[in-house]
């Protein structure tokens, strides 16, 4: 059985400017749009074919059904007495603070919740068996856990989840972790759904999520391969008016927490475009991020030593 982890202890934002909705909004069961899994299915192929015409692309129908049953799950958690216990990070959270990138997963920083098999199960089942009328459906039995490392220091559970959506089947898959220190504090955003009403979900912060991407670039150097984090750390610095002084001090919790010394970017990454543009070049084009981000790896890191480096050589 994979070890459990304590959470970070809630942070009370209730207060907060960055509240963006009342506490405890969330589906409103009694005026939401009933929809069958066959009309959901047909919309949902629908926007996939409406966004190929626009962008010249292949009709990306598994993604829009992915990223339904991903937000499905969140709608349903968002009505729970644990919506405050999975403070949203990763794919999804970009979505809604820069630019939509294609996600498989929900990936969640668990607080005031113990991380374990037992406690997950029990969590997703509870979240799963809710009807919230947008046609898709959970396989609870089938669920299945692992554990994860991605780093040191870190360890978390990853949940997978059986879920369909009419004929079509699809996977819900939930990382949840613990451990780095969610500074600033949670915030609640609305997450807009490909269909249906807008999530209300506890969030990191933009400092938050472009810290702990940075820190990880200065723990691992050039034998980092998160290149999504190279895209996200600019998308997020350009589009969300981070504060400086907030985000110096959330690389500070984020480096004291993993033992790692902030230092500007060019040390850690020298030789990376030697040793990796082949990789990167590939992921620009399999992602289509071609408009996000630069050719060239080295620039793409000196872009983000522009950016950051006055915040990590500060005093």
Request: proline share 4%; aromatic share 6%.
């Amino acid at each position: 059985m994979p070890e459990t982890h304590e959470g970070n202890p809630v942070a009370d934002v209730s207060d907060s400017a960055d509240v963006r909705r009342t506490e405890g909004a969330g589906i409103d069961r009694r005026t939401a749009v009933r929809r069958s899994s066959e009309q959901v299915f047909n919309e949902l192929q629908r926007l996939a074919r409406a966004e190929g015409r626009t962008t010249g692309g292949p009709v990306a129908t598994q993604a829009y059904l992915t990223r339904h049953i991903l937000e499905s799950f969140l709608a349903r958690l968002a009505i729970t007495g644990h919506a405050r216990q999975f403070v949203l990070k990763g794919g999804l959270l970009m979505g809604a603070y820069a630019v939509r990138r294609p996600t498989k997963d929900v990936d969640s920083n668990a607080i005031g919740v113990r991380v374990s098999e037992e406690s997950l199960t029990r969590i997703a089942r509870e979240v799963a068996a809710l009807d919230v009328a947008d046609g898709v459906v959970f396989d609870a039995g089938r669920l299945t856990l692992e554990t994860i490392r991605e780093q040191v220091g870190y360890r978390g559970i990853r949940l997978r989840m059986p879920a369909t959506i009419s004929s079509a089947r699809g996977e819900l898959a939930w990382d949840v972790s613990s451990g780095d220190p969610i500074v600033p504090p949670p915030r609640l955003i609305e997450l807009q759904r490909v269909l249906g009403d807008p999530i209300p979900i506890w969030s990191y912060a933009p400092e938050t999520a472009i810290a702990e991407k940075v820190v990880t670039l200065l723990e691992r150097g050039i034998t980092s391969t998160r290149w999504r984090d190279y895209v996200d750390i600019v998308q997020l610095h350009r589009g969300q008016r981070t504060d400086p002084a907030a985000l110096r001090e959330a690389l500070e919790a984020v480096a004291h927490y993993r033992n790692v010394e902030l230092r500007a970017v060019e040390t850690v990454v020298d030789g990376y475009g030697a040793a990796s543009q082949v990789k990167w070049a590939a992921w620009r084009r399999k992602n289509g991020a071609q408009d996000l981000c630069e050719e060239l790896l080295d620039d793409q890191m000196r872009l983000i030593a522009h950016v950051l480096n006055p915040m990590l050589a500060a005093d």
